[in-house]
């Protein structure tokens, strides 16, 4: 079975523009999460979508948003690009049996902003 | 709030040698614990996880973790390291949907 992908693998941009990365869960997964990782900050979650339905959410601006699919597949978008956004995003699936269950990672996407 | 505390920023190993990698927690219910290791460059391999039962949970590459209620700790563990287990290795606990909370990690190296 297929693990976590998400594209692209690196992004290079600029302050001021947007970004929308793409995450594909592993086929039968309906959870997809969100995380950021900075040397400075570490892991942080951004939020996580099951059945389409956002259901929780980090502690970041209103710059940061995701949507999830009928497919489950999920976007990230990020406006307004700040320096900080720099970091390595991180996206995670789970089956959901149950209300907790192991989230499994994809390799993220790399974006840095100049 | 929840948290995780990885006390040990860097670690180093001689090959061969045992390992114990320390993470304490705090959660105010059952916490489900979660190690994974992450190689320079790449995603968040799952090594092994904590929901109930036995206490001493198995998991991928040699690794186990014992989780003691009493001392707040989810601590990892490997008899004998090899060169390939060098990466760094993060301690999770679970939150409300789906939200895990991160050590901050601890870097291991391993000497010849």
């Known amino acids: 079975k297929a693990g976590v992908t998400q594209t692209p693998r690196y992004l290079i941009k600029t302050r001021g523009q947007q970004v929308t990365l793409s995450c594909s869960p592993i086929?039968?997964?309906?959870?997809v999460s969100w995380y950021q990782q900075t040397p400075g900050q570490g892991l942080q979650f951004l939020f996580e979508?099951?059945?389409?339905?956002?259901?929780n959410k980090g502690n970041f601006p209103g710059r940061f948003s995701g949507r999830q699919f009928s497919n489950s597949r999920s976007e990230m978008n990020v406006s307004t690009l700040e320096l900080g956004d720099s970091a390595l995003y991180l996206c995670?699936?789970?089956?959901?049996?149950?209300?907790?269950?192991?989230?499994?990672f994809g390799p993220g996407t790399r974006l840095t902003v100049l | 709030a929840q948290s995780v505390t990885q006390p040990d920023i860097h670690i180093t190993v001689s090959e061969g040698a045992s390992l114990e990698l320390r993470c304490n927690y705090s959660?105010?219910?059952?916490?489900?614990l979660f190690w994974y290791v992450q190689s320079p460059g790449q995603g968040l391999q799952l090594l092994l996880k904590y929901f109930s039962g036995d206490t001493l949970v198995q998991g991928i590459k040699g690794f186990e973790a014992e989780f003691k209620r009493s001392q707040s700790s989810f601590n990892l563990r490997k008899p004998s390291v090899h060169w390939s287990d060098a990466a760094e290795y993060f301690c999770?606990?679970?939150?409300?949907?789906?939200?895990?909370?991160f050590g901050t990690g601890t870097r291991l190296l391993v000497s010849p």
């Open positions: 959660y105010g219910a059952t916490p489900y």
């Open positions: 995670a699936s789970s089956l959901v049996l149950a209300e907790k269950d192991t989230q499994y």
């Open positions: 999770a606990v679970l939150t409300g949907f789906q939200k895990l909370v």
């Open positions: 979508y099951f059945s389409e339905t956002q259901r």
């Open positions: 086929s039968g997964h309906r959870s």
